[in-house]
């Protein structure tokens, strides 16, 4: 069955980096975007970031662009999120997502997506 696990959240100053990785397995990645969502208490779950590597269509939400960056390996079936002058307010609980995709990264992001993982936090403080 289609697992995603996210690993590498942790606790970081502010300016400082980390790079989140979600470990995908179960289904033929190459047919599926695999996105990033955010949520912090209190709010409501934001879509960060997507990539479709087949076609080369990404997605970044404006609050992360030219901070954050996606990327996959398809040999490893891993997709990551490197996350650099990470800021307080990037503090959340980050979930990779999946979902079967045929047309841009940007089409996906305000849909429902079928497949998550568990989860991972990210702490941003002195």
């Known amino acids: 069955q289609v697992q995603l696990v996210e690993s590498g959240g942790g606790l970081v100053q502010p300016g400082g980096s980390l790079r989140l990785s979600c470990a995908a397995s179960?289904?033929?990645?190459?047919?599926?975007?695999i996105g990033w969502f955010r949520q912090a208490p209190g709010k409501e779950r934001e879509g960060v970031s997507c990539?479709?590597?087949?076609?080369?269509?990404?997605y970044l939400s404006d609050s992360v662009k030219g901070r954050f960056t996606s990327s996959r390996d398809n040999v490893t079936h891993t997709v990551y999120l490197q996350m650099n002058s990470l800021k307080t307010e990037d503090t959340a609980v980050y979930y990779c997502a999946a979902v079967v995709a045929n047309r841009d990264c940007s089409a996906y992001m305000s849909r429902s997506w079928p497949y998550w993982g568990q989860g991972t936090q990210v702490t941003v403080s002195t």
């Open positions: 990539i479709r590597e087949s076609e080369g269509s990404t």
């Open positions: 179960g289904f033929f990645l190459d047919y599926y975007a």
